[in-house]
């Protein structure tokens, strides 16, 4: 049964940091890229930031670039989200997704997190 849990969402004030953990299994975890999304009320869902199966590649939304970290740890089968500097608009549901690509594509996905940045 494959599983993707997000943990470590919350309230935090402008400017504060949080660190979003996704617990994978179920999947051969280190074969697949994985990827954090966001949807704030009304909007679509955005992708925040990718990594690469091996780690060894990541990339950023524009306004994330230089404020969020994606890293994971393929021993431990879970990918993090290391959010700093926040602001209000970061406010939003943050999903935590796999993906393979091959002949066809696989996509999981986790439950979300809630993330509110407020004073």
């Known amino acids: 049964q494959v599983q993707l849990v997000e943990s470590g969402g919350g309230l935090v004030q402008p400017g504060g940091s949080l660190r979003l953990s996704c617990a994978a299994s179920?999947?051969?975890?280190?074969?697949?890229?994985m990827n954090w999304y966001r949807q704030a009320p009304g909007k679509e869902r955005e992708l925040v930031a990718s990594?690469?199966?091996?780690?060894?590649?990541?990339n950023y939304a524009d306004s994330m670039k230089g404020r969020f970290t994606i890293s994971r740890d393929n021993a431990k089968s879970t990918v993090y989200l290391q959010m700093n500097s926040l602001k209000p608009e970061d406010t939003a549901v943050y999903y935590c997704?796999?993906?393979?690509?091959?002949?066809?594509?696989?996509?999981?996905w986790g439950q979300g997190t809630q993330v509110t940045v407020s004073s």
């Open positions: 997704n796999a993906r393979w690509v091959g002949m066809f594509q696989i996509n999981y």
């Open positions: 990594i690469t199966s091996a780690g060894d590649s990541t």
């Open positions: 179920g999947f051969t975890f280190s074969r697949f890229a």
